[in-house]
């Protein structure tokens, strides 16, 4: 089975204070992708990666970057977290072609 | 703008009937198509996907393409209360990075 773990399933965290949020698979997946989930808006894609050290916008970038320096490692940082933040975090991953898992998610609050 | 669309719902449906969901999307480049279960304050689940036009079964469920009409349809056949959730639609086009368009998704309730 796929495996995706996210580091924290509850977290709560300040406003303007620099967030981490850690995503790893064990299926050696070459596509990793980091959403956020909000009541009335769907799922909406922040940045996806295809490869190590690659990067790309997904719909709603602003005030998001990620990180992948190893393949099963896909980090999403919040540079200073706003309260309009404070949202459902996943993480998927999957291989070309192929469907994408997710992780049991972040919930995450900006105080 | 590629879009993905679904009822929101809810759908009601008594225990052991057939529940059938419905999407259609914009792009008609779409190459896959895939059907995610949510629970409540879970992550979403992949349950079914379809490649080619018509009927894919799999234990309870059946998914229906469409490619020329730009609809996918899911079947949950002697639907039981625990089949109630949210179910998301999801879209491939042909895009290199795997990128999904997601609709979003119709709540079930399943009445005992």
Same mark, same amino acid.
């Given at each position: 089975d796929v495996k995706v773990t996210q580091s924290s399933r509850y977290l709560v965290k300040r406003t303007g204070e620099k967030v981490f949020l850690e995503c790893v698979q064990d299926?050696?997946?070459e596509n990793m992708f980091w959403y956020r989930q909000d009541p009335g808006l769907g799922l909406r894609l922040i940045y996806f990666s295809y490869d190590v050290k690659m990067k790309e916008k997904g719909d709603i970038p602003e005030g998001y970057s990620v990180s992948r320096e190893k393949k099963e490692r896909f980090s999403l940082i919040l540079e200073s977290a706003s309260t309009n933040q404070t949202s459902m975090y996943l993480c998927a991953s999957s291989s070309p072609l192929e469907p994408q898992h997710f992780g049991d998610g972040t919930r995450l609050s900006i105080l | 703008q590629k879009e993905v669309e679904q009822? @929101? *719902? &809810?759908l009601s449906v008594p225990e052991g009937a057939i529940a059938s969901l419905n999407c259609t999307y @914009? =792009?008609? *480049? /779409? +190459?896959s198509f895939f059907w995610y279960r949510q629970y409540s304050g879970k992550s979403p689940e992949l349950i079914m996907f379809i490649y080619s036009n018509g009927d894919k079964e799999d234990g309870r469920f059946t998914a229906q393409l469409n490619k020329a009409s730009q609809y996918v349809s899911l079947l949950i056949r002697d /639907? +039981? &209360? @625990? =089949?109630s959730a949210t179910y998301l639609c999801a879209v491939r086009g %042909? %895009?290199? *990075? %795997?990128m999904l368009t997601f609709g979003g998704g119709t709540r079930l309730m399943v009445k005992p």
């Open positions: 299926m050696d997946h | 009822n @929101s *719902g &809810p @914009s =792009d008609r *480049g /779409s +190459q /639907s +039981q &209360p @625990s =089949d %042909n %895009n290199a *990075g %795997n």
